[in-house]
T-cell receptor, first 115, second 114 residues
Framework: NAGVTQTPKFQVLKTGQSMTLQCAQDMNHNSMYWYRQDPGMGLRLIYY???????DKGEVPNGYNVSRLNKREFSLRLESAAPSQTSVYFCASSPSQQVGNQPQHFGDGTRLSIL | DQQVKQNSPSLSVQEGRISILNCDYT??????FLWYKKYPAEGPTFLISISSIKDKNEDGRFTVFLNKSAKHLSLHIVPSQPGDSAVYFCAASAIRAGRRALTFGSGTRLQVQP
């Protein structure tokens, strides 16, 4: 009954440090997404993977890289963390990226603070 | 350029009364609209959706209304319950550069008073 699992739940980094956020889904979904949520703003798409083996930039990709390791796992990497990347990060998955009313299933988020 | 706007950051209603959450959009290419509910320290969960070819969709206590000419949609919760207290996000879906993307509003925090 896990759905989408994100690790870690919390992390504090110093400016310039690197970090990988992990995400795994057990629903056999083809598409996976990374969002960030900042105060007073909606969720903004960082990167997505429409299917295993593909990744594409979203609305705010600068400063991030992703890896679709296999169908289950989609990781987000910050190579050199900056204070502007302090945010709550959500991973999501859906059966397909192309179906308009198909809901995405979200993990519980990673709260990341960059000092 | 906020294409999806939720202009009310918060809303408080009494238990048993109706809650009405509003959402406005600017992009006429949006063809599906979704509402998500989010509790603290959890991820958003899908609530209800509506296609742009419809003007109403109902699921139990939740009804979404779409007014395409006004580019406005609303979520009605009747009757409201304390467990409905959460942040509600409106999201709109469109094909952009050959790929489908979801655009979220900034959310409305609903508090249902017992």
């Amino acid at each position: 009954n896990a759905g989408v699992t994100q690790t870690p739940k919390f992390q504090v980094l110093k400016t310039g440090q690197s970090m990988t956020l992990q995400c795994a889904q057990d629903m056999n979904h083809n598409s996976m997404y990374w969002y960030r949520q900042d105060p007073g703003m909606g969720l903004r798409l960082i990167y997505y993977s429409a299917s295993e083996g593909t990744t594409d930039k979203g609305e705010v990709p600068n400063g991030y890289n992703v890896s679709r390791l296999n169908k289950r796992e989609f990781s987000l990497r910050l190579e050199s963390a900056a204070p502007s990347q302090t945010s709550v990060y959500f991973c999501a998955s859906s059966p397909s990226q192309q179906v308009g009313n198909q809901p995405q299933h979200f993990g519980d988020g990673t709260r990341l603070s960059i000092l | 350029d906020q294409q999806v706007k939720q202009n009310s950051p918060s809303l408080s209603v009494q238990e048993g009364r109706i809650s009405i959450l509003n959402c406005d959009y600017t992009n006429s290419m949006f063809d599906y609209f979704l509402w998500y509910k989010k509790y603290p320290a959890e991820g958003p969960t899908f609530l209800i959706s509506i296609s742009s070819i419809k003007d109403k969709n109902e699921d139990g206590r939740f009804t979404v209304f779409l007014n395409k000419s006004a580019k406005h949609l609303s979520l009605h919760i009747v009757p409201s319950q304390p467990g409905d207290s959460a942040v509600y996000f409106c999201a709109a879906s469109a094909i952009r550069a050959g790929r489908r993307a979801l655009t979220f509003g900034s959310g409305t925090r609903l508090q249902v008073q017992p």
